[in-house]
């Protein structure tokens, strides 16, 4: 079962990287929700630390072809971390995204002040600067991943939930 899981995760990062650049257009803002589409569908899949282990595989490869930034990391891995925990106690689809809506879109966001003013030299940054564009994307991010795990859960008769990957 390591090796399914370990091939899921690589197949999930890879569609994380290859469809990061996708985004959808809400006012004056660009939402870009692949990210929390794939944390929430590891965290529940996969459970928690393959989440985060995938959430830093996607932001470090995105970082290294130039597409992403170091603030990649901070919302994404907690946001991956609050999912999958979530999912783990409960068993509840919408608490896994609840969870990664949490977790990147307040936390992550908050955690974002210190490498932007500090690492990236951003001195004009506020401390709740992020939480607005990180929200608008993992509400998306996590909407889309909910609907995507529920019609996988119905096209399968409930067997895709009760047969993830051990």
Do not use: D
Not at 33 to 54: D, K, R, S
Not at 63 to 92: D, I, R
Not at 141 to 165: E, F, Q, V
């Amino acid at each position: 079962m390591r090796t399914r899981k370990l091939a899921l995760a690589g197949m999930y990062a890879a569609v994380g990287v290859v469809c990061s650049t996708f985004y959808i257009p809400i006012g004056i803002t660009k939402c870009f929700p692949v990210q929390h589409m794939i944390n929430v569908l590891c965290a529940v899949t996969l459970g928690p630390a393959y989440a985060v282990m995938c959430a830093f595989v996607i932001s470090l490869t995105r970082n290294l072809l130039g597409t992403g930034t170091p603030l990649a990391f901070m919302g994404s891995m907690v946001g991956a971390l609050f999912a999958g925990m979530l999912y783990q106690k409960t068993k509840k689809i919408h608490f896994a995204a609840l969870g990664e809506m949490f977790g990147t879109g307040i936390i992550g966001a908050l955690l974002c002040y210190p490498v932007a003013h500090f690492l990236l030299g951003n001195t004009t940054v506020a401390w709740f600067g992020f939480v607005i564009p990180f929200s608008v994307s993992t509400i998306c991010g996590a909407g889309i991943g909910y609907i995507l795990l529920i019609a996988l859960n119905r096209a399968t008769k409930g067997s895709m939930l009760k047969g993830t990957i051990e």
